[in-house]
Nanobody
Framework: QVQLVESGGGLVQAGGSLRLSCAAS????????MGWFRQTPGKEREFVAT????????VYADFVKGRFTVSRDNARKTVSLQMNSLKPEDTAVYYC?????????????????WGQGTQVTVSS
């Protein structure tokens, strides 16, 4: 079982940047595809980006392509989301999630483990 803890959220002006990080513990990090999701009040959680266990492939939601970049460091057991050109509509709680490689294809259809989330607020 893996535990995930996000960090790096905060308040930023439109056009600014933030870098989110997710630290994993309790499992073999390289055995998981990792994903980022976000959720705003009253809406369903939505997919943002995912990265293969090896870091060799990534998939992004259309609304973040060209602005966000997902990366991972398996030695440090971290996955990051670099967010540039932020917009007010990017305001949300951002979650990282892990999908075991043995139980899913890439990109994963389901994620088994979730962090508690970190708030990102973009002011106009």
């Amino acid at each position: 079982q893996v535990q995930l803890v996000e960090s790096g959220g905060g308040l930023v002006q439109a056009g600014g940047s933030l870098r989110l990080s997710c630290a994993a513990s309790g499992g073999t990090f390289g055995s998981y595809h990792m994903g980022w999701f976000r959720q705003t009040p009253g809406k369903e959680r939505e997919f943002v980006a995912t990265i293969r266990w090896s870091g060799g492939s990534t998939v992004y939601a259309d609304f973040v392509k060209g602005r966000f970049t997902v990366s991972r460091d398996n030695a440090r057991k971290t996955v990051s989301l670099q967010m540039n050109s932020l917009k007010p509509e990017d305001t949300a709680v951002y979650y990282c999630a892990a999908a075991p490689v043995y139980s899913t294809t890439f990109p994963p259809r389901e994620y088994e483990y979730w962090g508690q989330g970190t708030q990102v607020t973009v002011s106009s």
